[in-house]
């Protein structure tokens, strides 16, 4: 066994995992199914009651004319961006350099769609108005996600995103945004999900992320927008038969979760304190914006993993599963903050980060 296999058993074996809302399996989907009635039709290839009306709510709730339902956020905005350069005729987009589309899908833009993409800032930063306005190429769409999840859930502030929306419908420039983690996002901006739609062209969401349903997205813009992001859906294959099982878990843990995410940011912002007082330890961002942060430990890998398994067998609590390796002195990991962490009594946390505290300041001295 490998210390990173040991790694993610010592977490799967604590008490306390602190992120997420519990364990993904079957029961999850069981829980969302046992709320409705038996009797409920199956949608079919994309139609029937049960996938159009939540299509219809959503849109409702983005503040847009229509919605779609996809299996997935990758084939959604892929599709989304597709689109907009057909319109223009102009191949090409820009996004962020660590943009899901750039390093999580295997060039499926390019490969797929032979579109191009313009990297706009550097990796550790976000994009401002000022690099849009340096962009050199004509484009299509700006993408932005938001929060970026790579650099820790960053956010622009709101002026800048309304300052890069005009600039875009000035230009000609179509604005979506990648966002997988909307709800996320709004107690942070104090806004509703209408009013930052309302900044974008076309919207994606996940179902899957803080909402903590089983899988799928949903696709928003202009009823020409979406009915044409119908078309491609069918083209991709992903007009499954039947997709209810993730529209009505996507339908539930909505309605369960969204107006849990102030307590959520509240608690990352807390979490994040704790591990901010800890010897070696620092967040990113310093004060999270939403309920997720990076926490980055100045220790190599091998020996964090050694410390961290210790600390879960003496706590009880989990603080992540694995490591990503920075340099040879330092690691990080992800937290995304969900109904677990309210459930963890603040006596045993704060005994664990005490404990975490102590023994890496014990390693220096
Ligand atoms: C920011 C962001 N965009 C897009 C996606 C793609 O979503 P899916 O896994 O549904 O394809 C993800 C998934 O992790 C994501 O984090």
Redesign the pocket.
């Known amino acids: 066994m490998t210390t990173t296999n040991s790694l993610q058993q010592a977490f799967l074996q604590t008490a306390y995992p602190i992120g997420g809302h519990g364990k993904r399996n079957i029961q999850v989907l069981k829980e969302a199914l046992n709320h409705y009635e038996d009797e409920l039709d199956s949608d079919q290839y994309g139609k029937g009651k049960v996938i159009e009306d939540f299509q219809a709510e959503m849109a409702a709730f983005f503040g847009k004319e229509s919605a779609v339902f996809f299996p997935?956020?990758?084939?959604a905005?892929q599709i989304a961006l597709r689109i907009w350069c057909d319109a223009k005729g102009v191949k090409r987009v820009a996004y962020h350099p660590l943009?899901?589309l750039e390093i999580?899908e295997e060039d499926g833009l390019k490969q797929l769609h032979h579109i191009e993409a313009v990297l706009l800032t550097d990796e550790d930063k976000l994009i401002r108005l000022e690099d849009v306005r340096e962009l050199k190429e004509d484009i299509a769409c700006l993408l932005l996600?938001l929060p970026q999840?790579e650099i820790g859930g960053q956010l622009p502030d709101y002026e800048e995103l309304e300052a890069i929306s005009s600039y875009c419908r000035e230009k000609g420039i179509k604005l979506h945004l990648?966002g997988?983690?909307l709800l996320e996002i709004l107690p942070y901006y104090q806004k509703s999900a209408a009013e930052i739609c309302a900044l974008f062209d076309s919207v994606?969401m996940?179902f899957?992320?803080g909402i903590g349903g089983i899988?799928?997205?949903v696709l928003a813009g202009d009823e020409a927008f979406t009915q044409e992001s119908k078309i491609w859906k069918r083209r991709h294959g992903g007009d499954l038969i039947s997709l209810y099982p993730y529209i009505l878990s996507a339908e539930y843990y909505f309605k369960q979760r969204q107006s849990k995410m102030g307590q959520y940011y509240e608690e990352a912002k807390e979490l994040a304190e704790r591990y901010n007082h800890c010897h070696a330890v620092e967040t990113l961002p310093l004060l999270p914006v939403t309920n997720m942060f990076h926490v980055h430990i100045h220790v190599p890998k091998e020996e964090l993993e050694a410390i961290l398994i210790a600390m879960y067998e003496a706590c009880g609590v989990g603080l992540t599963a694995y490591l990503r390796e920075s340099d040879e002195s330092s690691c990080s990991f992800e937290v995304s903050l969900g109904d677990r962490y309210g459930h963890i009594p603040k006596q045993v946390l704060g005994d664990a980060f005490e404990w975490l505290d102590q023994t890496l300041r014990a390693r220096v001295e």
């Open positions: 997935s956020g990758t084939m905005q943009c899901h999580h996600e999840r990648d997988a983690r994606y996940s899957y992320k899988a799928g997205a």
